[in-house]
């Protein structure tokens, strides 16, 4: 089955940001995506709000919950308690963890998994209850030991972090390796009852070797490549062209 796409907003917000105007709109721009087969919205709201607002997040729920009911919101985020009550409060159908410090520009790492396994049991119990899925943000290194944590602390899925993929655009050589090593962990994620998503600098071009590579791939989330190619064809349009690159008709 092919991967689903996930489209994130950060990046729409950022720009909207720049202006105290409300275009670009985050929820026109998301519905637009939905309506061109998106199967949900991602946001990562950072403390500071330097690009999702806490204030996106009611109406992003409600444009899935009345225009899209078979779409899915995914917020992203460190689980400090600010970022818990949005999730308690707004009950997006995935949470994504991630060891990000709030001043990072973007998340460029996972969990170190043995020794954040009491922070990640805690807090993946505490979602858990809401009767929400937990995806754990995680390196591409195939280490059993490490996701076999990421299983027991009660997470439902990983994502594959993939900028250094993503980052090998000019080598494709370094690419397929990365590729391997990539599927490499998705497989033993699996094999330990983990479902697989993936995200982080992925493109229309890298996507294909990917999702071939990973054919059990459930998701990828995808803001900034995304965006990009928004400016050139149009949200619809490249929503449709992301999702061709993950093996969905379009």
């Known amino acids: 089955?092919?991967?689903?796409?996930?489209?994130?907003?950060?990046?729409?917000?950022?720009?909207?940001?720049?202006?105290?105007?409300?275009?670009?709109?985050?929820?026109?721009?998301?519905?637009i995506a939905l309506e061109a087969g998106a199967s949900g919205l991602t946001?990562?709201?950072?403390?500071?709000?330097?690009?999702?607002?806490?204030?996106?997040?009611?109406?992003?729920?409600?444009l899935i919950d009345g225009a899209f009911p078979g779409a899915e919101f995914n917020m992203e985020g460190f689980p400090e308690e600010g970022f818990l009550r949005l999730v308690e409060e707004h009950r997006?159908?995935?949470?994504?963890?991630?060891?990000?410090?709030?001043?990072?520009?973007?998340?460029d790492h996972g969990w170190d998994f043995q020794?954040?396994?009491?922070?990640?049991?805690?807090?993946?119990?505490?979602?858990?209850?809401?009767?929400?899925?937990v995806s754990l943000f995680a390196d591409g290194d195939p280490d059993r030991e490490a996701l076999k944590i990421a299983r027991e602390v009660g997470a439902d899925?990983?994502?594959?972090?993939?900028?250094?993929?993503g980052g090998c655009y000019d080598d494709p050589a370094q690419a397929a390796s990365l590729a391997e090593t990539l599927g490499q962990t998705a497989e033993i994620a699996l094999d330990l009852g983990l479902d697989v998503n993936a995200g982080h600098d992925l493109?229309?071009?890298?996507?294909?070797?990917?999702?071939?590579?990973?054919?059990?791939?459930?998701?990828?989330?995808?803001?900034?490549?995304?965006?990009?190619?928004?400016?050139v064809y149009g949200m619809a349009e490249t929503v449709?062209?992301?999702?061709?690159?993950?093996?969905?008709d379009a």
């Open 115 to 133: 020794k954040d396994r009491a922070l990640l049991e805690k807090v993946v119990g505490r979602i858990k209850q809401l009767g929400l899925r």
């Open 1 to 31: 089955m092919a991967a689903k796409l996930s489209v994130n907003l950060n990046a729409i917000a950022m720009l909207r940001n720049r202006r105290d105007l409300p275009w670009p709109s985050v929820t026109g721009l998301g519905r």
């Open 157 to 165: 899925r990983i994502e594959l972090y993939t900028g250094p993929y």
């Open 203 to 231: 493109t229309v071009a890298n996507l294909p070797a990917l999702v071939t590579r990973i054919p059990a791939l459930a998701e990828v989330s995808i803001g900034h490549g995304l965006t990009a190619d928004a400016l």
């Open 92 to 107: 997006p159908e995935q949470v994504t963890l991630v060891p990000d410090d709030p001043s990072q520009a973007t998340s």
């Open 240 to 248: 449709r062209r992301f999702r061709r690159a993950c093996g969905q």
């Open 43 to 62: 946001v990562h709201p950072r403390p500071d709000q330097r690009h999702i607002r806490f204030s996106d997040l009611g109406p992003i729920r409600t």
